[in-house]
């Protein structure tokens, strides 16, 4: 059987001197600063975001770094250590949503969408990306790209956000707004929030209730893995990763009209209720036959119940109850994979791999329709657990897996 690949993330050193050594090589000239942001894991609250709901995120170790100069004109030259021989190229002046085709459209989009928030003083930008977060992994390259672009560009550009979390919020909200309209990929807010609010050590507790202000929607939730002896294995199963084919747009579509249906502003509004209720079995079972569609009843009953689980699990491991959170991965992804549908059967057979070998917990996280699972495993035991996965792939004749280590890191900075 083949040995697992581990990735390491970058050290400070290396992602600067990546970035910077392509940016002189392409562009011929230094850059103003390198900035980096990470991707990010979820640990519960998965199609929760965008129903105003509950989600608790950490930032990966694992950096996109962006070494970048302002330009005199509008002019965008993007490049990235995947093809560094291709220089993409676009003009913010007359740009409009969708105009940019690939993956340069994230980064590009950042200066659109900030252009767009009126801060005319943006123009262009020469940059160079190097990462180390897995691309189509489900761990949120896309929004590592757009959260260090949004930073790089708040400083270049003196608008004064990138140094508050408060402040923060703006930038998340141009990276939000370069995913969904620029690149054409639907996100609801948890991956930027993560890249750019996390700290060290803590888990990102998101309550994304529209109602709510920057400084209400989150707080931080000690999440320290050594002191109850535990590592959280990521693994990236390698599975074709889609999210553009309308599967998260039409999920997205049935609970905002299930909203609708029940009278209530969004489906967080219901889950509150049925939170409050003396009899919360009978109070869910009331709001979900106010549904005549099967399939709207049991996304709605995933989203309902995820959000409960968040409570639930920060609850559990803030008093070290392990076999409890534990036992709230599992069940978040088996609501997942039999009333969200998100799961394909290689992030199936991956957490069955899993708790079958000691893990006290194992979901997917992410989107789904691919990407990655995470599982709660004692220290010590990362590398024999995604060991087994790999093995159980390659009987399975699926593509090789990918792992690595999670721990819960620091949000986008400056790094040089």
């Known amino acids: 059987m083949t040995a697992v690949e581990f990735i390491a993330p970058l050290s400070h050193d290396e992602g600067v001197k990546i970035a910077t050594d392509l940016f002189v090589k392409t562009y011929g000239k230094q850059p103003a600063g390198v900035w980096a ?38 002019v965008v030259h993007v490049v990235s250590d995947v ?103 639907s996100t609801g807010g948890l991956d930027q929030s993560a890249s750019m609010r996390c700290t060290p050590g803590h888990a990102l507790l998101l309550d994304c209730r529209p109602e709510l202000t920057a400084l209400e929607n989150v707080s931080q939730q000690v999440f320290d893995l050594d002191a ?29 009209e299930a909203a609708r249906i029940l009278g209530v502003a969004n489906l967080r509004v219901a889950a509150d209720g049925i939170a409050k209720a003396d009899d919360q079995f009978q109070a869910l079972k009331e709001t979900l036959d106010a549904l005549d569609d099967e399939t709207m009843k049991k996304r709605v009953r995933h989203v309902v119940t995820e959000i409960e689980r968040v409570r639930s699990f920060v609850r559990a491991f803030a008093q070290g109850d392990i076999e409890a959170s534990g036992r709230l991965f ?68 699926f593509h090789a897996p990918r792992a690595l280590a999670a721990v819960a890191a620091a949000s986008a900075s400056r790094e040089a």
């Open 330 to 397: 599992n069940a978040s992804h088996d609501s997942l994979a039999a009333d969200y549908e998100v799961t394909v059967p290689e992030l199936d057979i991956a957490v069955d791999v899993a708790r079958a070998n000691g893990a006290y917990g194992a979901r997917m996280t992410g989107g789904g329709f691919g990407g990655s699972i995470i599982a709660l495993v004692d220290k010590g035991r990362s590398q024999e657990v995604a060991q087994l996965i790999a093995d159980e792939f390659e009987r399975q004749g």
């Open 37 to 74: 942001a990470p991707g990010r894991v979820n640990l519960i609250g998965e199609h929760t975001d965008y129903n105003a709901g509950l989600c608790l995120p950490i930032a990966l170790p694992h950096r996109t770094f962006v070494a970048l100069a302002p330009r005199e004109d509008t």
């Open 83 to 185: 093809k560094p021989d291709q220089v993409a190229e676009a003009d913010l002046d007359g740009l409009a949503a969708g105009d940019v085709d690939g993956w340069a459209a994230y980064p590009v989009g950042v200066a659109w969408a900030l252009r767009e928030a009126g801060f005319d003083q943006v123009q262009g930008f020469d940059a160079a990306f190097a990462s180390c977060v897995p691309l189509g992994s489900g761990l949120s390259s896309s929004a590592a790209m757009t959260c260090s672009t949004a930073l790089a560009l708040d400083e270049v550009y003196g608008l004064g956000y990138g140094s508050s979390d408060a402040g923060r919020v703006t930038l998340i909200n141009a990276a939000i707004k370069s995913e969904n309209e620029m690149a054409g990929a």
């Open 228 to 256: 109850h002896g535990l590592e959280l294995l990521v693994v990236d199963t390698q599975a074709p990763h889609q999210l553009n084919d309308g599967q998260y747009a039409q999920r997205r579509a049935t609970c905002e």
